[in-house]
Nanobody
Framework: QLQLVESGGGLVQAGGSLRLSCAAS????????MGWFRRAPGKEREFVAA????????QTASSVKGRFTISRDKAKNTVYLQMNSLKPEDTAVYYC?????????????????????WGQGTQVTVSS
């Protein structure tokens, strides 16, 4: 059974950086599209970033564009989220997700319902 484990969260000052990792075990996700989502206190979970099955294409939410970068290392079965210039409004629990269904090699999936397996989440807190 696939298991996703996020790490790298923590407390950081505004303007700082963090890199989140999501390691998969149980099976390879080299043929799966991946994504990052977040849930801030009192809000719905929202899309943050996605990477295509091929790893060539990425997409980020407008709120994090230019500050966050998603990448993947298929050899390590890991997907990353590099977060720079963090703001207090980035405070949230961050989740990685994997799509198990048929995926276009170049498409980035941004909807929660398009993903099948989720990690437990990692807390990111940005202080002002």
């Amino acid at each position: 059974q696939l298991q996703l484990v996020e790490s790298g969260g923590g407390l950081v000052q505004a303007g700082g950086s963090l890199r989140l990792s999501c390691a998969a075990s149980g099976r390879t996700f080299s043929r799966s599209a991946m994504g990052w989502f977040r849930r801030a206190p009192g809000k719905e979970r929202e899309f943050v970033a996605a990477i295509s099955l091929s790893g060539i294409n990425t997409q980020t939410a407008s709120s994090v564009k230019g500050r966050f970068t998603i990448s993947r290392d298929k050899a390590k079965n890991t997907v990353y989220l590099q977060m720079n210039s963090l703001k207090p409004e980035d405070t949230a629990v961050y989740y990685c997700a994997v799509r198990n269904g048929i995926s276009s090699g170049s498409y980035c999936y941004t909807g929660e319902g398009e993903y099948d397996d989720w990690g437990q989440g990692t807390q990111v807190t940005v202080s002002s």
